[in-house]
């Protein structure tokens, strides 16, 4: 059974550039979240998608989008890049029993902007 | 609001020894706590969760929690440290009030000595 997938793993851009993060959730899983992982930081939630619309969004700004595909699958999208944005992003999935629900990483995308 | 303090950003024990890993929370409902251990350059892995129900959690490789109401603590722990255990720890909180928002600690660096 796989578990969560991330592409690329690494990934170097330049400021202003956009780039786009994707993610395929745990066999059976059909929420998936996004968060951001600063060097010596927790994770922050960025926003959640379940049934293909943005359920919930933390405070990250307009930049930071994404979208979700019928066969659950997500991508992360984030435009005008920063040096701040720099950071390692992961996908999490799980199942829609509720906020209970155990989420599940991927190994994330190790994103630098120069 | 909000809010998870991992209040000491690095535990150091003998391998054999007991461990604890600290955790507050603040929450505006019914908490939900999680605990993930994140290792060199990878994604979180789950280790345990408390939702309902019995105060102390059992979870993977031997860890357990506890949760306290009454001090809204999670602490971590386990009866006998591994050299291989060295890893970074989160404690993570969501409330029962709707939303899915994960927040995070900054993490504990737990190093076990042989």
């Known amino acids: 059974d796989a578990g969560v997938t991330q592409s690329p793993t690494h990934l170097i851009k330049t400021r202003g550039q956009q780039v786009t993060l994707r993610c395929s959730p745990k066999?059976?899983?059909?929420?998936v979240s996004w968060y951001q992982q600063a060097l010596g930081q927790g994770p922050q939630f960025i926003f959640q998608?379940?049934?293909?619309?943005?359920?919930q969004r933390g405070n990250f700004p307009d930049r930071f989008s994404g979208h979700q595909f019928p066969n659950y699958s997500s991508e992360l999208n984030v435009n005008a890049l920063l040096l701040g944005d720099s950071a390692l992003y992961l996908c999490?999935?799980?199942?829609?029993?509720?906020?209970?629900?155990?989420?599940?990483f991927g190994p994330g995308t190790r994103l630098l902007v120069l | 609001a909000q809010s998870v303090a991992q209040p000491e950003d690095q535990v150091n024990v003998a391998e054999g020894n007991p461990l604890t890993v600290k955790c507050t929370y603040s929450?505006?409902?019914?908490?939900?706590l999680f605990w993930y251990v994140q290792y060199p350059n990878r994604g979180l892995q789950f280790l345990l969760k408390?939702?309902?129900?019995?105060?102390l959690v059992k979870g993977s490789y031997g860890f357990e929690a506890e949760f306290n109401k009454s001090q809204t603590s999670f602490h971590l722990k386990k009866p006998s440290a591994l050299v291989s255990d060295s890893a970074l720890y989160f404690c993570?909180?969501?409330?029962?009030?709707?939303?899915?928002?994960?927040?995070f600690g900054a993490g504990t660096r737990l190093f076990v000595k042989a």
């Open positions: 999490a999935s799980s199942a829609s029993g509720g906020a209970g629900e155990t989420q599940y």
């Open positions: 066999s059976g899983h059909d929420t």
């Open positions: 998608y379940y049934e293909e619309e943005e359920r």
């Open positions: 929450v505006s409902g019914n908490p939900y």
């Open positions: 408390y939702i309902t129900g019995d105060n």
């Open positions: 993570a909180v969501r409330d029962n009030t709707g939303g899915f928002k994960t927040i």
